[in-house]
Each structure stands twice: as structure tokens, then as C-alpha cells.
């Protein structure tokens, strides 16, 4: 890849860790995607699960929703997708139908990432369309997003837990 792509890239993966901080702000899992299609970003999204009472309200999917809108088109042809986390295997599935050319993550999620870490949905030859997967862009801000999160998320459960047994 040359410098000029590392430099898209960064700056793409930067909008989606600013979009995931967000998430955390709601108290949703942070993470945060952007569509770029021509250089210019088209969709993005961050978790909004528990906010919408939606499980499938993942920054992936609203970022894809976006963009479909904006290209008034279901595929998205030549499009790269940037998120702060590997695609679970739901937004892996809809990467594949919605033809999106390009995948590029920061962390990998050795449970559930179906972009090549626990499986491999977004290069599966079985498939009628495949991406190119990029990562790595951002993953240790990322990682320490995701890791802070799920440790104070931690922390407030044992809290609570605490307080519950102190009245009993």
C-alpha cells in the first residue's frame, strides 16, 4: 500500500475512532464506522444497540444504511468501509451483500470477528463476493477504547452487585 492510501486511511480510521467515542459517551459498546466512497465519506455510524433497543444497530450497519441512501443505491460498489472493530459475522454478511469493495479495521476480535479472526466471512470463496481486508490502522487507540469500556462496564456491575448485597 502506498503512503498516500496509509494516509487515507488513517485519516478515515480517525473519523471512525471520533464516532466511537461517541458510542461510549451514550454508554454503547465504542465503536464507530465511516463509508468513503471517491475520497469523500458518504455514511457513518456508531453503536446504538441499547440506545434503540436494536440489535442490529451497529456502527457498520447504520454507516452502510447511510450510504446506500446517499449512492440511492443497495450496492455499494467501490466503497471502503472503516470501523474500529472487525465486522461481526451480521455486518461481515451485509458487507458482502451490499458488495462493498474494501474493509479496513483497527482491532480484531478474536471472539466474534468474521473478517479473518475467529472466521472468515468477507473472503469466503463459498460467497458470491469477497473484500479486500485491510488492518491494524489505529488498533492500539482502539483496543484501549474498547478495553477501558469493558473494564469500567466491569467495575460498575461489582459496584452495583456490592450495593444490592449491603441492603439485603
Known sequence: MNSDNNNNDQH??????ELAQQAEQLDEIPVGAVVVYQGEIIGEGFNQSILLNDPSAHAEMIAIRQAGKHLNNYRLLDCTLYVTLEPCPMCAGLLVHSRVKRLVYASPDLKTG??????????????????VVNNGIMAEQCSELLSGFFKRRRAEKKSNKKLILNKK
Open 12 to 17: 478515515f480510521m480517525q473519523r471512525a475512532f
Open 114 to 131: 468474521a473478517a479473518g479472526s475467529a472466521f472468515n466471512l468477507v473472503d469466503s470463496s463459498q460467497l458470491n463476493h469477497q473484500l
